[in-house]
């Protein structure tokens, strides 16, 4: 029985990286070596000399290959072949968070162990970036005239907010197809937005007792903060203690008292999650201001401002209920909020939400309703962020054959989900995020271990290459 021109086609990619998936693995553990974290701005290195250091080494590896590499302010750079304009393009990053503590292994020194790469970025983004590139390798070598031309963008600020994809758009096109492997698999065409704004309030010193002293919750908005801590004055030890039992119980939030010179210092213990899923996580900011607005301190202005967090805020509320911007909808599902930051002293205090929004709130003025909803309570806002929805359809025909292409590599379903996080398409019309990460796999990305399993490192670059000859070579 004749062999297909496709299995015939399948047969010579597994080749190619039967030969080349060694090389790939060393240049990936090259590129973990450089601690590529945005830092200060220097001349030539927007994002600091690591971060424009890897860009240079991924460089010096596409035009050892022969690639001609353009390189974009410093900030990204590209490599193509085939026809231009290209119609098809790969967009992954280089720039990595920080190592962090935790690792059994050096997170900038690539470790294999039980078929798995260890090393900080290896699946968010290096490593896939690594597969991008190989599959352009792998492309150009068994097909080098193509009838459409494909490109592979590299940059270096996608987890600082995406400006360099902000400036490179100011000037260049991307292709009309467009997916990065900066997320999971099958493919993912929805992001929700995201609103972020920084609210305050401000009031005369008031010393009377019991009172609030200082409040700190949160590092950080997009993160459920797992601990939160208030000095508190004017309270026996053990009355604040009981509070910290009914409200531990009440929440499932750890609460503790100890004294602290002549104050308590009261502790809350959570668990942390990203703010896209706030109900895996567990709000030690909300529980522990909760149970400060349940005490009978004197009143006040800052006490009435706490009250007016727990109404706003009340702990468990993870979709805006209470501040009547709960919506959802089919496509990208119910919009979630997590109270991220909270500093809170004696004179005013300031803190950040952060929400992932469904396409419908595109509709409306969110920004808006929630100024008017925060003034009405006296509270200002001095600093708001907001990213709309991103979506592609999934009838659309580069999405078809990036799911036919999973189903066939995988065996898996193949289809289109839907995401509370931002990928480094979000603002790119028509993209889409493929790869790296396996349905239901927690590859520790920006977090100790973070690892991807060699074999779906090596699929991801097959599968990539298949895109790049399904998608630019009419057959």
Same mark, same amino acid.
């Given at each position: 029985m004749?062999?297909?021109?496709?299995a015939?086609?399948?047969e010579?990619?597994d080749?190619w990286?039967?030969?080349?998936?060694?090389t790939?693995i060393d240049?990936?553990?090259?590129?973990v070596?450089?601690n590529?974290?945005?830092?200060?701005s220097?001349?030539?290195?927007?994002?600091g000399?690591q971060?424009?250091?890897?860009?240079t080494l991924?460089?010096t590896m596409?035009e050892?290959?022969?690639?001609?590499?353009?390189?974009?302010e410093?900030?990204?750079?590209t490599?193509?072949?085939?026809?231009t304009p290209?119609i098809m393009?790969?967009?992954?990053?280089?720039?990595?968070?920080?190592?962090?503590?935790g690792?059994?292994?050096?997170?900038?020194?690539a470790?294999i162990?039980d078929?798995?790469?260890?090393?900080?970025g290896v699946i968010?983004?290096?490593?896939p970036?690594?597969?991008a590139?190989y599959a352009?390798y792998?492309?150009?070598?068994?097909?080098?005239?193509?009838?459409q031309g494909?490109?592979?963008i590299?940059?270096?600020?996608?987890?600082?907010?995406?400006?360099? !994809?902000?400036q490179?758009?100011?000037?260049?096109?991307m292709?009309?197809n467009?997916f990065t492997?900066?997320?999971?698999y099958p493919v993912?065409?929805?992001e929700?937005?995201?609103f972020?704004?920084?609210?305050?309030?401000k009031?005369?010193k008031?010393?009377t007792?019991?009172r609030?002293i200082?409040?700190t919750g949160?590092?950080?908005?997009n993160v459920?903060?797992?601990?939160a801590?208030?000095?508190?004055?004017?309270?026996?030890?053990?009355?604040?203690?009981l509070?910290?039992?009914?409200?531990?119980?009440k929440t499932?939030?750890?609460?503790?008292?100890?004294?602290?010179?002549?104050?308590?210092?009261?502790?809350?213990?959570?668990t942390?999650s990203?703010?896209s899923?706030?109900?895996r996580g567990?709000?030690?900011q909300?529980?522990l201001i909760e149970?400060?607005?349940?005490m009978?301190?004197?009143?006040s202005?800052s006490?009435d401002?706490?009250?007016?967090?727990?109404k706003l805020?009340?702990h468990?509320?993870?979709?805006?209920?209470?501040?009547?911007?709960d919506?959802q909808?089919?496509?990208?599902?119910?919009?979630?909020?997590?109270?991220?930051?909270?500093r809170?002293?004696e004179?005013?205090?300031?803190?950040t939400f952060d929400?992932?929004t469904? !396409?419908c709130?595109?509709?409306?003025?969110?920004?808006?309703?929630?100024?008017s909803?925060?003034?009405?309570?006296? !509270?200002?806002?001095t600093?708001?962020?907001?990213k709309k929805?991103?979506?592609?359809?999934?009838?659309t025909?580069?999405?078809?054959?990036?799911?036919?292409?999973y189903e066939?590599y995988t065996?898996?379903?193949?289809?289109?989900?839907?995401?509370?996080?931002?990928?480094?398409?979000?603002?790119?019309?028509?993209?889409v995020?493929?790869?790296?990460?396996?349905p239901g796999d927690?590859?520790?990305?920006?977090?100790?271990n973070?690892f991807?399993?060699i074999?779906q490192?090596?699929?991801?670059?097959?599968?990539f290459?298949?895109a790049i000859i399904d998608?630019?070579?009419a057959v």
């Amino acid at each position: 029985m004749a062999v297909s021109k496709r299995a015939e086609m399948r047969e010579k990619i597994d080749a190619w990286f039967d030969i080349n998936s060694n090389t790939m693995i060393d240049d990936l553990g090259k590129l973990v070596e450089i601690n590529s974290v945005r830092s200060k701005s220097e001349d030539g290195a927007p994002y600091g000399a690591q971060s424009r250091a890897v860009l240079t080494l991924a460089q010096t590896m596409l035009e050892n290959r022969g690639f001609e590499v353009d390189v974009f302010e410093d900030m990204m750079i590209t490599a193509a072949y085939g026809p231009t304009p290209p119609i098809m393009g790969i967009l992954a990053h280089l720039d990595i968070v920080a190592g962090g503590e935790g690792w059994d292994t050096d997170p900038f020194k690539a470790a294999i162990k039980d078929g798995k790469i260890y090393g900080r970025g290896v699946i968010d983004n290096k490593g896939p970036a690594i597969a991008a590139m190989y599959a352009l390798y792998c492309a150009r070598d068994l097909y080098p005239q193509l009838s459409q031309g494909v490109q592979v963008i590299l940059g270096s600020g996608e987890e600082t907010g995406f400006d360099d !994809i902000a400036q490179y758009l100011k000037k260049n096109r991307m292709p009309p197809n467009v997916f990065t492997p900066d997320a999971e698999y099958p493919v993912v065409n929805t992001e929700k937005g995201r609103f972020m704004p920084v609210f305050s309030a401000k009031w005369d010193k008031d010393t009377t007792l019991p009172r609030i002293i200082s409040f700190t919750g949160g590092k950080t908005p997009n993160v459920v903060p797992n601990h939160a801590e208030a000095v508190i004055s004017g309270f026996s030890q053990d009355d604040v203690i009981l509070f910290c039992n009914e409200f531990s119980d009440k929440t499932g939030v750890k609460i503790s008292a100890a004294s602290v010179n002549n104050d308590l210092l009261i502790t809350a213990e959570g668990t942390a999650s990203h703010a896209s899923m706030p109900g895996r996580g567990n709000n030690a900011q909300t529980a522990l201001i909760e149970m400060l607005a349940s005490m009978p301190f004197a009143k006040s202005k800052s006490y009435d401002y706490l009250c007016i967090l727990n109404k706003l805020f009340p702990h468990g509320d993870h979709h805006g209920i209470a501040l009547g911007i709960d919506m959802q909808d089919n496509i990208a599902g119910r919009l979630t909020l997590n109270f991220g930051v909270l500093r809170f002293s004696e004179l005013e205090f300031s803190g950040t939400f952060d929400s992932r929004t469904p !396409i419908c709130t595109d509709e409306v003025d969110l920004p808006e309703n929630i100024k008017s909803k925060l003034n009405n309570e006296g !509270i200002e806002i001095t600093y708001q962020e907001l990213k709309k929805s991103h979506h592609t359809p999934e009838e659309t025909p580069f999405v078809q054959k990036l799911l036919k292409l999973y189903e066939e590599y995988t065996g898996n379903s193949g289809k289109c989900v839907s995401m509370g996080g931002l990928t480094y398409v979000h603002d790119v019309p028509g993209g889409v995020a493929f790869g790296c990460a396996m349905p239901g796999d927690d590859n520790k990305a920006h977090g100790a271990n973070e690892f991807i399993a060699i074999e779906q490192l090596i699929t991801s670059a097959k599968m990539f290459t298949q895109a790049i000859i399904d998608t630019c070579i009419a057959v």
